[in-house]
C-alpha cells in the first residue's frame, strides 16, 4: 500500500523526507509500531498501556502513550460520544498514531475504541504487521466493581447516555494479534504477555533492564 494518505484537494502535495522512518528505527535500536489496546471502560486497557511503557522504557526503547482521557482534553476536546464523533475520535487517533509510528516510536493506544469497524480502518492505514491490536478481555462485572470514575452507575441511573457496555455497544475482536484476561490476571503477568508478543514479532530483540519493580494497579 502507499505510504501517501489520500486528499481531498489536488492543490496538496505529499513531502518526502530525507530521515525515514527505517533511519528513525536503527537509530532507536528498534522498530516502530501501533499497539491499540481496546476494552471495555474499567477494563484497564491504560493501567496495561502504562505499565508495558515503563518496562520499554527500562529497555531503552522510545515510546508514547495516547490515553482516551488525555486527548479529549485537547486534540478531541470538540467531539461528543455520539457515533459519528466516537468514529472521528478514532480516525484522529489513528491519524496521531500513524506519524508516532513513521517516527520511529512505539506508540501505544488506550482507548474503548468500540466498534471494529473504526479499529480496522485505523489497522488500514499502516503497513501489515504495524497495527497490533490487544483486547483488554474483563467481564463487564468486573470493570463495573472497579467503577473508580461512578461512570458505571451513571449510566445504569440514566444520567449518562450512549456509554459503552450499558446503552452502545461494543464488538469485540474477532481476531486480535493478542489477547490478555484483565479481567482475572495480575498486571505483571499482562504486561510480560504484552512484551513477549513484541519480542515473537521482532519489534524489540532485547532486554536492558534497569532493575524491575511492582507497578500498582490502578484500573
Given at each position: ?119 480496522e480502518r485505523v489497522r488500514g492505514m499502516v503497513e501489515h504487521g504495524d497495527f497490533i491490536e ?86
Amino acid at each position: 500500500m502507499s505510504n501517501e494518505p489520500k486528499t481531498a484537494s489536488p492543490n496538496v502535495v505529499w513531502h518526502h523526507a530525507t530521515v525515514t522512518r527505517a533511519r528513525r528505527e536503527a537509530q532507536n535500536g528498534h522498530r516502530g509500531a501501533i499497539l491499540w489496546f481496546t476494552g471495555l471502560s474499567g477494563a484497564g486497557k491504560s493501567t496495561v498501556a502504562h505499565a508495558v511503557e515503563e518496562s520499554l522504557y527500562q529497555m531503552g526503547c522510545r515510546t508514547f502513550v495516547l490515553d482516551g482521557d488525555n486527548v479529549r482534553h485537547g486534540l478531541c476536546s470538540d467531539l461528543g460520544f455520539s457515533t459519528k464523533d466516537r468514529e472521528e475520535n478514532i480516525r484522529r487517533i489513528g491519524e496521531i498514531a500513524k506519524l508516532f509510528m513513521e517516527a520511529g516510536v512505539i506508540v501505544l493506544t488506550a482507548f474503548i475504541s468500540p466498534y471494529r469497524a473504526d479499529r480496522e480502518r485505523v489497522r488500514g492505514m499502516v503497513e501489515h504487521g504495524d497495527f497490533i491490536e490487544i483486547f483488554c478481555s474483563a467481564p463487564i462485572e468486573v470493570c463495573e466493581a472497579r467503577d473508580v470514575k461512578g461512570m458505571y452507575k451513571k449510566a445504569r441511573a440514566g444520567q449518562i447516555s450512549e456509554f459503552t457496555g450499558i446503552t452502545s455497544p461494543y464488538e469485540a475482536p474477532l481476531k486480535p494479534e493478542l489477547n490478555i484476561n484483565t479481567g482475572g490476571s495480575e498486571l505483571d503477568a499482562c504486561v510480560q504477555q504484552v512484551i513477549e508478543e513484541m519480542m515473537h514479532r521482532g519489534l524489540v530483540t532485547q532486554l536492558r533492564s534497569k532493575g524491575s519493580k511492582r507497578i500498582a494497579v490502578d484500573h
